[in-house]
């Protein structure tokens, strides 16, 4: 959710970071931005398109929470931008080491985003993101209001590590440190390591 930012593809990444990205118009909530190009959207970045030092955006998708067959996780369609506007805290220390752990298919909400080691940073988001069977999805919007932009992955894990692969138009793979719970999915924005956005289980 600013999993999953703004948990999108900027140049391709948002993201999960999901900027510079190529992307398509789609119908949707306000405005949907298919993200295609090269990878920066991650289950954390912007929405589609995380930015440095702050107005880092996590994007993340929320649609069906069962997915099976051709829906939004396996087909290239949009799912649903879910959550609430999240503001980011702010933490003098470092951030916690992420541990990896087996992801719960389902749709994740942005709940929390935290700066670490003193950042400033205050941009609002509000960001989903969907797993189904090694498939997903990203959707998010800076500040919780402007364009929707989504992101499609395939993705696999070792240890600590989140590989995203784009599909449906976009190329390039995305490398994401991240803990998971059975209810919860937390991932170091890909574009500022003192930044970790949690996305709770809807």
């Not at 589609?48 to 107005?55: K, L, V, W």
């Not at 205050?122 to 498939?135: E, L, N, Q, T, Y």
């Not at 395939?154 to 692969?165: K, Q």
């Not at 793979?173 to 289980?201: D, G, M, Q, R």
């Amino acid at each position: 959710m600013k999993l999953f930012q703004n948990w999108v593809a900027r140049c391709a990444l948002v993201v999960l970071t999901i900027g510079c990205e190529t992307s398509t118009d789609v119908p949707a909530q306000p405005t949907v931005d298919a993200a295609s190009s090269t990878a920066d959207t991650a289950v954390g970045g912007d929405a589609a398109a995380a930015a440095t030092g702050g107005d880092t955006a996590d994007t993340t998708t929320d649609g069906d929470s069962t997915m099976s067959g051709d829906t939004p996780a396996d087909a290239c369609t949009p799912g649903t931008l879910g959550g609430a506007i999240i503001n980011k805290d702010h933490v003098a220390g470092p951030p916690p080491a992420m541990t990896g752990g087996a992801i719960v298919d389902g749709t994740y909400a942005l709940t929390k985003m935290v700066q670490y080691n003193g950042g400033t940073g205050v941009a609002p988001h509000k960001d989903s993101i969907i797993f189904a069977a090694g498939k997903g999805q990203i959707l998010g919007a800076k500040d919780g209001t402007g364009t929707m932009k989504v992101a499609f992955f395939d993705y696999t894990t070792s240890g600590d590590e989140l590989t995203l692969t784009l599909r449906c138009g976009a190329t390039g793979t995305v490398k994401l440190k991240y803990t998971a719970t059975p209810t919860t999915f937390s991932k170091v924005n890909e574009k500022e390591a003192n930044e970790v956005h949690t996305f709770t289980k809807m």
